[in-house]
């Protein structure tokens, strides 16, 4: 049917938050929001081209056993699909067919780690950057201020000045492959979300940045704006009973921060695709 | 020859992982070193070309940006000493598992059988290290002997051309054909107990005799001689009754008949504790309940399961894993938790995990005495324990939501790692009940998940055992989340399509046990033992049939079925294997290779063990209350009080777990303004559309128990009922849990006080019984370990008797749930509850060297009247904040909710309701149970004071803007004066850095 907005969640190997992100989808307006295995798609009987928006959710592919999504990218890079092309040339399609891609998380290492993010010049399948592990050395679920840059091209945090998100996360520092990597980073507004104090400044200041991140950056988009990535958890905020003082904080609005990443999405897609 | 693969960071990468070794090298054993780097080893023993090799090396096995990698040749440099840890034959190397999978995907090649990867980590140590130091530093902190190994290479040895010698390992001794012996059982009762003894079969004399009698029997000879089986016993069926009959799956302590004499000398006998007490409880608060009883499925499946609305039904079970965790913290732990994930996946056709829990008792990390032989530090096992049920929760997407850490000197003998899981199911499926199941004659059995080795050999008798000089290694598993989760997801999928009748899981005992256990429904199997799938070859049949390998789930799958379930599993990247059939024959029947290996009697099997008989005396200790001075400063001993390990905040443990996976959770484990206070139980929302809730607390005082056990029972159901309704948890649908961890309470020449520990078991069991009945709260699951001493030459260690009594039940709106932070200036602070002179075995009385007397006792029926108006008045939006008074009293409390809320409190303690007159540092510390702090906004007041009229409920102060705790005594002079921030520091302080 047209006039459908339709996105996926791919899951298996380790993802946790597949039926999260999918609810997401669907409260920020998706007519579809598929769990997909990734099994289906190797068996050939999905297709990433009948979706408009490709989430990658967070967990742990292959338990980060060879470093967060490591082993997960092996796979999508190199797994076979039966009778068609294979996941990395869909994914590669995707993309230039101009559509959407957000990883939460394992999914933000998965897309860093295939060389989706931030691929500079458009240059997909090219590692430039890389996350590790958090400074601190641990694994920590803490919530986090986040500074949105509003010259972004980001489609997902159109319109907004600042978030506040729970990180769940050991291996979250963001670290790019060198100078020139960084300089174009900050050049071309690719971080569009950094870890901020409560007053939406930019800091390296454990714990408010929780990993010891470059530049505090918690989040990274492509040049085009329709790739993106963040550590922080968008779909652990969708209604005010998810924030960590919803008891205490009596004007909190009803639908949750995270939601509107999602619905900035949608309604790109309705504008730009459909 | 095999390949090594080495990767390490590059040059001006920060290396976090050495940097914490080396800061916990000096806090912790007081090496200071200048550096520590770390470089992973990937050992490839498997024929793969040198382009692949590279390949392999710098794809999935490094990160370019970050880190370099270097094959057969060392990258190691800088260092004077070099540590390489690898794991010893046969352990679970779940990274190694993986990177042989990430080859094979890059060569689009399986590897062949015996092919393998296996890693390893060196430690490059810098400033003053010699040889000496390096061993201490391996044994002691970076590697467990019992699954590790190392070498060590000072600078001087290195050789720069090929770096650490290869070692490759290889399970040995695979090419040993597959034997069954039969033992020969007409023999004395020394040579019985021998068998027993040597076999690691923890059988004991009466039940050797009676398998004896069995193999005897003619007839049983006649049967056996039709499958060409000798007289005796096969190794096979020695080991399949060893496993059903141990104490960890017969619970033959709480089966046992017990001959009690109470402290007056009155007589009684009790036909089984489990039965009388446990059972009998859940019987009654049923019938009580008549048409409200939310209870679908108790005690008989490997989950409890209760209602959580018409649609849906929740399940809930919690384990220990204590004895694994004595030896191995990390990998026991882990196992720990995914084991009793596999618990709710294998109740009824298999619940959707929803949370977990954890508790621990560990004794202090800073413990600074001598240990006995093969003891860990308990700061190892702190370290291990919360590092393993961190992988094992956080890898397999289950939110951690609730848990606690109790400490007790004592469990440094054994520490106790209790992990639960719940899970939420459809209330039918495909028009049938989800949570029953039944295998069927000529359903298949299907064992689906990972492979069988010898790891967890002898699990279940061990565990039923106490620590000795020879525990097994073996016992020792290491779980393996992303193989379970995989399994997960594919059995969920066949749970929709209906392909299989019954499943459960392979926990302790293995195959024996869940095969043996299915095989009641029909009345028989036929299981080919051959047909299983090995990690490695050379295992004997016996050591298949009990093998405590992880990640494994059996499964009854109808015939029409079984081709689309093997497809499905292949399609799903998981094995599964059919292993033959259930029966009717009235025989639990293994083959190997087309031949009989066991065959014995369902009935005997599991209906044979002979009841064991207890004595049980219970005495009056004769305790005193202790005379003493109050201090003079109650504020400063307040700022002791919050900094003792028992109430000290536990944030640094709290925030490994990840506790809001799956969107659900409502209540944290953390609360108030700046997200750092305690909060007394979980509220989980685990239907992401609609704002019914699930609640989920515990309780637990195992110190009580060293002046009564019946009263640390009563203490731990008020305790876990409390903090349940502190949140908004409805006390009219809600479900219990036992978990009992005693100490030996069989009468022997090594236990001579067994008699009175197994009245303290009594007593305990009593009051389980009293107060389930009186609270109107069923018991749905359980579970006892009952063997958890030290016992080496002459040193024993026996920790107190715990019981955790965790709770589950469900809000219906989880928007009216209340936290336990105060919330504005004004608000007015009320004291619900009675405050008595029960200080006995309370943390005060610690704190000043005393046990005492008076342990806290409940009055169940004002509790509840209590709890039922708490209920009321969350439904009526009346309590700005609630929290529970446990640990430390009313002192602890006040001081939690004002620094967690951010303002202060002023508080008259002349208002606190008492029975009798009580001097105030007294009044402030006494443990007296069923009470509860809230605040309330001013325009509520009338409501909520009329809505608690006649109950014990007093104004005892307000939330003031001045950030300070204010309390004052009998002449209005102030006894406390202290900033939230200074108590706040106080609380945080001990275990920051843990």
Redesign the interface.
């Known amino acids: 049917m047209a006039g459908q907005v339709k996105a996926v969640v791919i ?7 597949e ?2 992100v999918a ?1 997401a989808c669907r409260l920020a307006g998706a007519e579809v929001a598929d769990i997909v ?1 990734i ?1 289906e798609f190797l ?1 050939g009987r999905v297709r990433l081209e009948d979706y408009h928006f490709l989430n990658l959710a ?3 592919l ?6 967060s999504a ?2 997960g ?3 999508l890079l ?3 699909v039966a009778g068609g092309p294979s996941m990395a040339e869909q994914i590669r399609r995707f993309v230039e067919d101009g559509k959407l891609i957000m990883g939460v998380c394992n999914g933000f290492q998965l897309m860093v ?1 295939m060389g989706l993010l931030p691929a500079l010049d458009g240059n997909l399948m090219q ?4 996350l ?12 986090t201020y986040l500074a949105v840059d509003g010259a972004s091209p980001c489609v997902y945090t159109r319109g907004l000045d600042g978030l506040y998100l ?1 990180v ?1 996360h050991g291996e979250g520092k963001f ?3 060198s100078d020139e990597v960084l300089a174009r980073i900050e050049a071309e507004h690719l971080a569009p979300l950094r870890y901020a104090d409560e007053q939406l400044r930019p800091t390296m200041d454990y714990p408010l940045n929780p990993n ?1 991140s470059t530049r505090a950056i918690a989040g990274v988009c492509d040049p085009t704006g329709r790739l993106f990535g963040l550590m922080p ?1 968008p ?2 905020y ?1 209604h005010r ?2 924030h ?5 904080e009596e004007d909190l609005p009803e639908e949750g921060m995270g939601l509107w990443l999602y619905r900035n999405a949608v309604q790109f897609i309705r504008e730009n695709i459909l | 020859m095999p390949w090594r693969i080495v990767v390490g960071l590059k040059d001006g ?2 290396d ?2 050495g ?2 070794i080396r800061e916990e090298l000096k806090r912790h054993l007081g090496i200071s070193l200048e550096a520590v780097r770390t470089i992973d080893v990937y050992t490839v023993d498997a024929d793969l070309s040198e382009e692949e090799v590279l390949a392999a090396a710098r ?8 880190q370099e990698t270097a094959v057969n040749r060392p990258l190691a440099r800088d260092f004077d000493v070099l540590i390489e840890v690898g794991f010893r034959p046969g352990v679970t190397d ?2 190694g ?3 042989k ?2 080859i094979q ?2 060569t ?1 090649r399986p590897f062949r059988e015996g092919e393998g990867v296996y890693t390893s980590t060196q430690y490059l140590l810098k400033g003053a290290v010699d040889r000496q130091l390096a061993e201490r530093i391996a044994a002691d902190f970076l590697a467990n002997g019992l699954i590790q190994r190392w070498d060590i290479c000072t600078a001087a040895e290195f050789d720069p051309e090929r770096g650490v010698p290869v070692h490759v390992p290889r399970v040995g001794g695979t090419d040993a054909e597959p034997t069954v012996r039969t033992i020969d059982l007409a023999v004395g009762d020394e040579e019985l107990l021998r068998i027993s003894r040597e076999g690691m079969l923890a059988l004991n004399l009466e039940e050797m005799k009676r398998i004896q009698a069995y193999a005897g029997d003619p007839e049983v000879r006649r049967q056996r001689a039709r499958f060409g089986l000798e007289a005796g016993l096969t190794d096979v069926e020695l080991e399949a009754l060893a496993q059903t009959w141990s104490e960890h799956c017969k619970h033959k302590i709480f089966s046992a008949r017990i001959e009690y004499v109470d402290e007056k000398g009155q007589r009684e006998v009790i036909d089984s504790l489990f039965k009388t007490y446990i059972v009998g409880a859940t019987r009654r608060v049923r019938e009580n309940l008549g048409e409200r009883d939310f209870c679908l499925s108790v005690f008989k499946d490997n989950a409890g399961v209760i209602r959580f609305n018409d649609d849906w039904s929740l399940c809930f079970k919690v384990e220990t894993h204590n004895s694994p965790s004595a030896l191995d913290p990390y990998g026991g732990a882990l196992t720990g938790i995914v084991g009793v994930n596999r618990d709710g996946a294998g109740t009824g056709l298999g619940a959707r995990l929803i949370f977990n829990t954890d508790v621990f008792c560990f004794a202090s990390p800073f413990y600074d005495k001598p240990l006995p032989a093969r003891l860990l530090h308990p700061r190892r096992i702190f370290e291990g324990v919360v590092e393993g049920v ?1 992988h094992g929760g ?4 289950i939110p951690t939501v609730n848990g606690s850490i109790v400490f007790d000197d004592r469990f440094a003998g054994k520490p106790l790692v209790y992990c639960g899981t719940a899970g939420i199911m459809p209330a039918e499926l495909n028009g049938k009940p989800t949570h029953e199941k039944k295998a069927e004659v000529g359903d298949h059995i299907v064992m689906v998940g990972g492979r069988i080795g010898k790891d967890g050999i002898h699990g279940a008798t061990f565990s039923s055992e106490e620590l000795h000089e020879d525990s097994p290694v073996t016992a020792v598993q290491i779980g ?3 193989t379970q ?2 399994m997960f ?1 594919f059995l969920a ?1 066949a749970r929709e399509r209906g392909l299989y009748h019954s499943i459960t899981d392979n926990g302790a005992g293995g195959l024996s046990s869940s095969v043996g256990e299915m095989a009641e429904d029909t009345g028989g199997c036929e299981l080919h033992l051959d047909r299983a799938p090995l990690k490695y070859p050379g295992l004997q049949p016996w050591e298949i049939l009990i093998s405590e390998a992880q990640e494994r789930m059996t499964l009854a799958v109808p015939p029409e079925h079984l081709q689309a379930f093997l497809t499905l599993a292949r ?3 998981v094995e599964a294997t059919d292993l033959g059939t259930f029966t009717d024959s009235g025989y639990f029947h293994c083959l190997y290779r087309g031949r009989t290996v066991a065959c014995l009697s369902m009935e005997f099997l599991h209906e044979g063990v002979p009841q064991m008989v207890l004595p049980a005396r219970w005495e009056e200790k004769g305790h005193s209350e202790p005379q003493f001075e109050p201090p003079e400063d109650l504020g400063q001993t307040l700022v002791e009080m919050l900094g003792r390990l028992n109430i000290c905040s536990k944030e640094t443990v ?10 659900g ?4 484990p ?4 700046a ?1 750092d206070g305690p909060s007394d139980a979980a509220v989980f ?1 685990p239907l ?2 609609s ?1 019914e809730g699930v609640v989920v607390s515990h309780g637990i005082c195992p110190r009580y128990s060293d002046i009564d056990t019946y009263h640390m029972m009563a203490c731990a159901i008020d305790e876990g009922l409390r903090n349940y309704v502190a949140v908004g948890g409805d006390i009219r649908h809600v479900a219990g849990l036992d978990n009992f961890c005693w100490c030996d309470p069989v009468l022997s020449d090594k236990t001579p006080d067994g008699a009175y520990k197994a009245a303290q078991l009594v007593r305990a069991n009593k009051a389980l019984y009293d107060y389930c009945v009186a609270f109107g709260v069923p018991l749905i699951s359980g579970k006892d370990s009952m063997k958890n001493d030290y016992q080496i030459g002459d040193t024993k260690i026996s920790i107190p008797p715990t019981v955790l009594f965790s709770v589950i039940g469900r809000m219906d709106d ?2 009216k ?3 336990m ?1 105060v ?1 504005r200036p004004g608000h007015l602070l009320y004291l619900l509850g009675i405050t008595r002179n029960e200080l006995g075995a309370s943390e005060y009385y610690d704190h000043l060297g005393f046990l005492g007397a008076n342990v806290p006792r409940v009055d169940a029926k004002a509790a509840l009247e209590l709890y039922l108006r708490v209920n009321r008045a969350v439904g009526e939006g009346l309590l700005a904040s609630c929290h529970d008074l446990s640990d430390g009293g009313l002192g602890v409390a006040l001081a939690e909710k004002a620094f967690a ?1 951010g303002f202060g409190l002023r508080v008259d303690l002349t208002a606190v309701r008492v029975d009798a007159p009580l001097r105030e540092d007294l009044l402030l510390f006494s443990e007296s149970q069923s009470r509860l702090l809230v605040t309330v906004a001013p325009d509520k007041r009338n409501a909520f004071e009329s809505l608690f009229a006649g109950c014990d409920c007093a104004l005892i102060g307000e939330v003031t803007e001045s950030a300070d705790l204010v309390l004052s005594g009998r002449n209005g002079e102030i006894l406390v004066n202290k900033t939230i921030h200074e108590l706040k520091e106080a609380w945080q302080a001990p275990l920051r850095e843990l």
Not at chain 2, 59 to 66: A, F, N, Q, W
């Open positions: 899951a298996g190997n380790g993802t946790n938050c039926r999260e609810f295995h099994a068996a967070g967990g742990f292959d338990g980060d056993d060879l470093g490591k082993a990218a092996n796979r190199h797994a076979p780690k590692q430039s950057a890389t590790t592990f958090n400074d601190s050395g641990r694994f920590e679920d803490r919530w729970p769940r670290v790019p492959a010891g958890h779909e652990a969708l009973t998810h960590p003082r919803w008891t205490r | 990468v920060r976090a992982r940097e914490r794809g999935p096995l490094s990160d370019p940006v970050i779940n990274v598992r993986t990177a999978e990430a995907y890059l689009g961190e956080n890898k397999s997407g393996d989340p992303i989760r995989k997801d999928v399609e799903m990247d709290v925030r490994r777990y990840d506790h809001e996976v799956q969107a959770t409502v209540v944290k953390l609360t108030g303004i997200n929302r992401l559309d704002f989880v928007r749930a209340v936290t932070d919330k809320g």
